[in-house]
């Protein structure tokens, strides 16, 4: 059973920093790519960065700058790096990984609540 588990949210004020982690773990031989998206309430599912390999990374506009997405290949991990926070930025972050199994699929994290007062 592959499970992915985030940590690292919480509430900070606006200008201030966080960082997310996410871990894969279970049954499953390689993994394509990671990402990061948020839910803000009220709004749909939105990919803030991706990552495929370790170089090769994308951002949503809003973030390009402040938000940094990075990968540890030897833990199965993938991080967001969210720095200069804006109020905007709340929402519930997931994690989602492309994994091989029996077959390539997605699979998600439970999230984690990012909360940035003005």
């Known amino acids: 059973q592959v499970q992915l588990v985030e940590s690292g949210g919480g509430l900070v004020q606006a200008g201030g920093s966080l960082k997310l982690s996410c871990r894969a773990s279970?049954?499953?031989?390689?993994?394509?790519?990671m990402a990061w998206y948020r839910q803000a309430p009220g709004k749909q599912r939105e990919l803030v960065a991706h990552v495929r390999g370790i170089v090769n990374t994308n951002y949503t506009d809003s973030v390009k700058g402040r938000f940094t997405i990075s990968r540890d290949n030897s833990n199965n991990s993938v991080y967001l790096q969210m720095n200069n926070l804006k109020p905007e930025d709340t929402a519930v972050y997931y994690c989602i990984a492309d994994l091989l199994t029996g077959s390539w699929d997605n699979y998600w994290g439970q999230g984690t609540q990012v909360t940035v007062s003005s």
């Open positions: 279970g049954k499953f031989f390689a993994i394509r790519s």
